[in-house]
Structure formats: C-alpha cells, structure tokens
C-alpha cells in the first residue's frame, strides 16, 4: 500500500498539475505541497478535504489507501483559493492500524456540516 505523501504526489501528477499550480489552487505555499508530498509534513484534515475536491479524488482513500467501493469519486470542487478555509496543521501516523481506518471511513462518510460539527466537538472537548 502506498503512503499518504505517495498518494497526493500521483494523484497531482495524474491531474498534470505542478506543485506550484496545485499550492496555488489549495491557497498555500508551494513549500508546504514538496513537505506534504515528500512525507516532511502531513496536511491538516481540512486540507486532505480541500485537495481531494480539487484532484476529484475520494479523502478516505487520500487518507487509508483504500477507496470506497460503492460510492463514486468525489467531483472536482470549482473553488477559488480564496473561499478555502483552513484549520491547524494536524499530524496523521505514518501507517494506520484498522481502527484508524475505520475511524476515518466514517469520518469522510459524514456531510460537510457533520464533519464540521465532530471537529467543533473535539476542539470543545480539548479546551
């Protein structure tokens, strides 16, 4: 199975985009995308969301390696770097055990407006 960092650099390659393009149409610098896909940094769940619009590929597999089998791909987003909004850089382990995976299935399974509200929640929690 192929890692986070592999799977955002072919699915950016496959879309013929340039690191620099693809910085620019997710709003962030090209240093961070080269971090990203090198495997020096790991994009914020926010930003796994953004990337998979932008690439028109499915988060969950963005994130796990395994795509979903009955749901189709995402549609590319037509956002514009300046409707995008980001929330702290989180950090994903370099390998998920299985209940991680679940995790985020279930995760990317929900709406935008639920994903928002878990998100909120655990903020609320840690405060």
Known sequence: MSSLHERITQ?????????ANFAER???TRTACSHWETGRAKPSTKHIEKIARLLGIDANWLICGIRAKSEPLAKRA????ANLVFEPR???PGSFDRETQKVAT???SLSQGQRKLVRDLIKALHS
């Open 11 to 19: 699915a950016r390659k496959e879309r013929h985009l340039s690191q």
């Open 26 to 28: 997710l709003g962030v």
């Open 78 to 81: 037509e956002h514009s770097s």
């Open 90 to 92: 989180a950090s994903y």
């Open 106 to 108: 279930d995760y990317f």
